[in-house]
């Protein structure tokens, strides 16, 4: 066998091999994807719960909490960037953190500080890499949250929530992460987590379309769409019930972004890896088409030294 | 009349159905629900949930802090931690 065609051979087997590597990165993707769906329906029953149950104290009492108060200053903001904990996702990790690097823009444009923390390897060496100040990394988990891993966040942000400004602390909240929309789409996204904007059923179809004056467009409130509660009896009294459901509806939030950024990262990996394997069957059939060619051309080669040889031979014996 | 109950936890649904009685226990004491109940809103202190099916069945459930609504007898057993026993 020719050089040539040994090393044609050699770039097969091994892009066979990988081939079924992502092959079955692929299959495991897409087994998980149904499971990572499951866990977003799964969990939105409790959101649902807190969201009406929030939106209703809000409405009916005037209870004013620090989580919904809008500070009247903001000066520093945190932002949580949730990206995955392994690669072979395609521009997953690149996308949510590109939605990230806009938002810290837009923030220091504002005159805010900004402090960053991460969820996910991925989004932990970007920034360490890049000798970004961290002030709190969780690793892990970006496949299969847990409630105690929302909770776990849900604390750490609220008590730098609460510090004052001058000890580091924050005025508001960022979640950077990534929404599962369906399998083929993940939109990359942020919301402000704190403070809350619970809006009356009143004024929630006005500013429904119109973004709020000042600040960044908030895009998530908790909505009363049009829905007049019943008068609740609060027990003990709205403050409290407040105060309890406050942190709940904050921990539920963070879980539902972690779910969904679970989704997308299975589903972004799935197409990135069906891609993979889409290339490396064409690159076989390339490898397997210019190894042909080469063989064939070694026979037409050994062909012709045949035909030439018994030509020459021919030749001379005439002349005996 | 019956009342219509859910009893969720933060990452599922723990059950679901039509009831009779249910009884909680909240930051200010045991309450106990049947229907035509008022609206209430009320902090779960923890400990056992029974509720009784409209068939007299008993069920029981764990929940661990939360939250309980009624309005129009439907009865939502909201908890950060909840298993039925």
Do not use: C
Not at chain 2, 56 to 73: I, K, M
């Amino acid at each position: 066998m020719g050089a040539q065609q040994r090393v044609f051979k050699a770039k097969i087997n091994s892009t066979k091999s990988l081939r079924k590597i992502f092959k079955a990165m692929e299959l495991i993707a897409a087994s998980r994807i149904q499971k990572a769906i499951g866990r977003v329906k799964a969990a939105s029953p409790y959101a649902n719960a807190l969201t009406r149950a929030v939106s209703a104290v809000a409405t009916q009492s005037n209870v004013d909490h620090t989580l919904t108060t809008e500070p009247e200053e903001i000066r520093r903001a945190a932002v949580v960037v949730i990206g995955p904990d392994r690669g072979f996702a395609g521009a997953y990790s690149a996308n949510v953190i590109r939605e990230a690097e806009e938002l810290i823009r837009l923030l220091t444009e504002n005159g805010k500080d900004v402090h960053l923390y991460s969820v996910g390897r991925k989004a932990e060496t970007y920034y360490t890499f890049r000798d970004r100040d961290l002030k709190k990394s969780w690793t892990g988990f970006s496949e299969s949250p847990q409630a105690e891993h929302a909770r776990e966040i849900g604390e750490v942000l609220l008590e730098d929530f609460h510090t004052a400004f001058e000890e580091d602390g924050v005025d508001e909240i960022y979640l950077v992460y990534t929404r599962f929309k369906s399998s083929v789409t993940q939109e990359p996204e942020y919301r402000r987590l704190i403070p809350l904007e619970v809006v009356d059923a009143e004024d929630a179809a006005e500013t429904d379309q119109v973004p709020q004056s000042g600040g960044l467009p908030d895009r998530d409130k908790a909505k009363a769409h049009d829905e007049v509660f019943p008068l609740y009896e609060f027990e003990p009294g709205p403050a409290e019930v407040l105060d309890a459901l406050l942190p709940r509806y904050i921990d539920s939030r963070i879980l539902a972004a972690l779910l969904n950024a679970a989704a997308s990262e299975q589903a972004a990996r799935q197409q990135a890896m069906k891609t993979a394997t889409d290339n490396a069957d064409e690159l076989i059939k390339t490898y397997t088409r210019l190894a042909n060619t080469a063989r064939q051309a070694e026979i037409t080669q050994e062909i012709s030294e045949i035909v030439g040889g018994a030509d020459s031979l021919a030749a001379s014996g005439a002349d005996d | 009349m019956s009342l219509n109950v859910t009893v969720v936890a933060a990452d599922r649904s723990i059950w679901s159905g039509e009831a009779k009685r249910v009884v909680a226990r909240t930051t200010e004491g045991e309450i106990g629900i049947l229907s035509g109940h008022e609206p209430v809103l009320a902090i779960v202190a923890g400990g056992e949930v029974r509720i009784v099916t409209a068939d007299d069945q008993t069920v029981r459930a764990q929940a661990d802090g939360g939250f309980l609504s009624v309005e129009n007898d439907r009865v939502n057993i909201v908890a950060d931690q909840a298993e039925l026993v």
